[in-house]
């Protein structure tokens, strides 16, 4: 069965640094999604991303943040200078337009 | 912007019993709800869903049942299992957009 798959597992930086998170989506999908859930807390919507551009973000997804699919498979989130309270579980999501799938998640530890 | 409550936070039940929980939803523009299963390190799993034109949707042991008027719908899980431990989440979209999750729900079922 497809599946959503996430790179790293768990991401450890520093204060200040850029970290980029991975995510393979379903491949015959077209909208994709990241959302991040602070320890113990629900999980959140940062942004939408559908025929190759923005289509919603949250009042959380700031200029420190963004997206790409470089190519046919990959997503990815950056964000440019890690703050403490980016600490969280990224989780990527994709849809063909109805159900969405998300990922295992990516652990973001910023240090 | 929508905003979904769920409650309980945490439930508890014994193996075979039934378990049950609510969210209420602000956005009557509303029409699509899922609810996910989370377990312990792993992303969210969809597991049911219901679109606002039905007012009750079964599969097997679990039930989804949706109120428009009141802005409310249920997760009704029958003859529990020490299995379906984890936290569950209900979502609320517009047009199967972005979802708007709940608080979740920490579910034990103890043997």
Redesign the interface.
Known sequence: EPEVTQTPSHQVTQMGQEVILRCVPISNHLYFYWYRQILGQKVEFLVSFYNNEISEKSEIFDDQFSVERPDGSNFTLKIRSTKLEDSAMYFCASSFGIEAYFGPGTRLTVT | GENVEQHPSTLSVQEGDSAVIKCTYSDSASN?F?W?KQELG?????II?IRSNVGEKKDQRIAVTLNKTAKHFSLHITETQPEDSAVY?C?ASIN?????????TRLQVFP
């Open positions: 699509y899922p996910y792993k992303g969210p799993q969809l869903d989440f979502a199967t957009d972005k979802l708007i999750f709940g608080t979740g």
